[in-house]
């Protein structure tokens, strides 16, 4: 890649600050203008074991991760020993001069020179700062941010370590510089992650009510909703457990609260009869599922995108849903709000389908419009004929009038039984055909709501990638680096999984002299659910399933094996 992009490692073990730092410099390369993709890996532990933030930087935007190592941020000599044959031509490690490496690609820093112990992560990070070539008040003032809330003698001890940190970086031969191009007029910018756009874009819709049982990745978004409940006036619980949390959803969803639930995989196969439920009851309900490697507990803090057939397949019996799987922070908002409104106009279950590279990575993010968002309302006939309300009337769409309990006379009824148009249950099984029948005829609807897949390069290119969620990013700038090489080269991005509608992407597959699937899992879950829907076989694929993100050295390596 060119000079323009540098990729920023920082490694340590939990506890050390890594994370402090990788954030504060993350705030302020975003302030200066750059782009970031932040890649978090870490062990589920509090403290100890080996954590790395990653931040690759351009002031061109880009969407992936990178593998190679640019400048390396050793916090123990671990990380050194784990990530030194990573490093790139021009790679660059920064450690302690106490832990005793010498090279011509080592930057020796003298912590215990700089700052007390405690305060050793600002002393990389005011170091760190000066070889990018960052303004010193604009780290100054994130960092000020940052620990503002906090005692005002740490706050003036980090300001002073800071300083004296840059001063000593300062001194260093220029040749251990690794300045970044100036951005001048920096555009104004969010950071922010996955999971925090999530948890903004229910915000947006007019989400009252999140339940949930904290699980990794997945715990982020019930937090940032916590965070924001008493200003936004919507409530946020903790269950005992996740059959509780979506039971709880349900109940707040029928009473007319716009509701949600966020789980990662295991805590989702505890919520699956609680998603035949709302399909039986016709309740709106979101779910957001963040993935991570299983079976079991797994890989807890890793990622994967393992979970696409067990959602599809989730909850007995046969009813129509809608997956979402965004494959950007903007996507991440927007189709969050989607799902809201789908849920609502549908009466029923819909997903979003995220993973933990997506939930903890952060990107600069152009602050969202939301003047022009309406909430999401639950549908109310507000006037009705003067014969019974039937809350389960046989309609054409399949879509019955609901009404909320206590806001008018009518008896609001529901029953997880099969049971007839006002809502009692039913051993008829002439009824019963018409009301799967009904119930199934909102697929009809839902396939003509569809988000289209994302199609772009060559109309008939010799190699089509095809993808989903959150590996949009890579596959793009792969294909990017191929067309640079000359090669004839499409992709082609799926950021609503299911339904599928053949119509807006069969004439792509057809028309590509090659085409390879890349996910993130073992089998190719899309592209056997693309072969199911429409015949067509994606023989060719590029998985990757060892817990870590994919990238375009990724794809670029394994696509000659394909």
């Known amino acids: 890649m060119p000079e323009t992009v540098l990729n920023i490692m920082i490694g340590g ?52 991760s990178q593998e190679s190592v640019d400048l390396l941020v050793a916090l123990d000599k671990q990380t050194i020993d784990l990530h030194q044959d990573e490093m790139s031509a021009r790679g660059l490690i920064v450690v302690d001069e106490a832990f005793d490496r010498r090279g ?121 909703l916590a965070a924001k409940a008493e200003a936004m006036g919507l409530i946020v619980e903790q269950a005992e457990d996740e059959i509780a ?50 079976p079991a507990t797994g890989l807890p803090t890793r990622t994967e995108q393992g979970d696409l057939e067990f959602v599809l397949h989730a909850g007995h019996g046969e009813f129509p849903k809608g997956i979402f799987a965004p494959g950007t922070i903007e996507q991440n908002f927007y189709l969050t709000r989607r799902a809201f409104e789908l849920a609502e106009e549908y009466q029923g279950p819909m997903f979003v389908l995220t993973d933990q590279f997506m939930a903890d990575s952060y990107r600069a993010v152009t602050p969202f419009e939301v003047a022009d968002l309406p909430a999401v309302r639950p549908i109310e006939l507000q006037i009705l004929p003067k014969m019974n309300y039937q809350r ?106 299911w339904p599928l509608v053949p119509e807006q992407f069969m004439n792509h597959l057809n028309g590509a002299k090659q085409v390879v699937a890349v996910e993130g899992n073992a089998t190719g879950q899309f592209a056997r659910l693309i072969r199911t829907t429409t015949g067509f076989h994606i023989s060719r694929q590029i998985l990757r399933y060892d817990g870590l993100p994919i990238t375009p050295e990724y794809i670029l390596k394994n696509l000659a094996s394909v």
């Open 13 to 64: 073990e939990a506890g050390q600050g890594l994370v402090t730092i990788g954030q504060l410099l993350a705030k302020s390369l975003v302030r200066a203008g750059y782009f970031i993709v932040v890649t978090q890996s870490y062990q589920s532990r509090i403290r100890g074991g080996h954590n790395t933030y990653t931040i690759r930087v351009s002031p061109d935007e880009i969407q992936a």
């Open 104 to 224: 011509d690609n080592y930057v020796l820093v003298p912590y215990k020179q700089l700052s007390p112990e405690r305060f050793a992560n600002i002393a990389g990070l005011g170091v760190l700062s000066v070889m990018l070539g960052l303004d010193g008040p604009l780290v100054a003032t994130a960092m000020d941010e940052f620990f503002g809330k906090k005692n005002e003698e740490m706050v003036k001890q980090n300001s002073q370590v800071l300083v004296g940190s840059r001063a000593w970086a300062e001194a260093l031969d220029k040749s251990l510089a690794r300045r970044l191009p100036a951005v001048t007029n920096p555009q104004k910018r969010l950071l922010m992650n996955g999971n925090e756009a999530i948890a903004l874009g229910a915000l947006s819709a007019g989400v009252k009510f999140l339940s949930f049982y904290p699980m990794s990745p997945a715990t982020s978004i019930a937090l940032t």
């Open 245 to 294: 949390a979506i039971n709880m959803a349900l109940g707040a969803s029928y009473a007319g609260a716009t509701a949600m639930v966020s789980t990662s995989g295991g805590g989702f196969a505890l919520m699956v009869e609680g998603v035949s439920l709302a399909a039986m009851t016709e309740t709106p309900i979101v779910i957001v599922v963040a993935q991570r490697p299983g």
């Open 392 to 497: 389960y009337a046989i309609t054409e769409s399949g879509v019955s009038p609901r009404l909320l309990p206590g806001y008018t006379k009518h008896v609001i009824g529901a029953d997880s039984d099969e049971h007839t148009t006002d809502g009692h249950l039913t051993e008829d099984l002439a009824v019963r055909v018409q009301m799967q029948d009904k119930r199934y005829r909102k697929l009809t609807g839902l396939s003509a709501e569809v988000t289209p897949p994302e199609c772009r390069g060559e109309e008939h290119p010799d190699l089509l990638l095809v993808c989903w969620g959150t590996t949009r990013g890579a596959v793009h700038e792969a294909a990017t680096r191929l067309k640079t090489e000359g090669r004839s080269v499409g992709t082609l991005h799926f950021s609503q999984v």
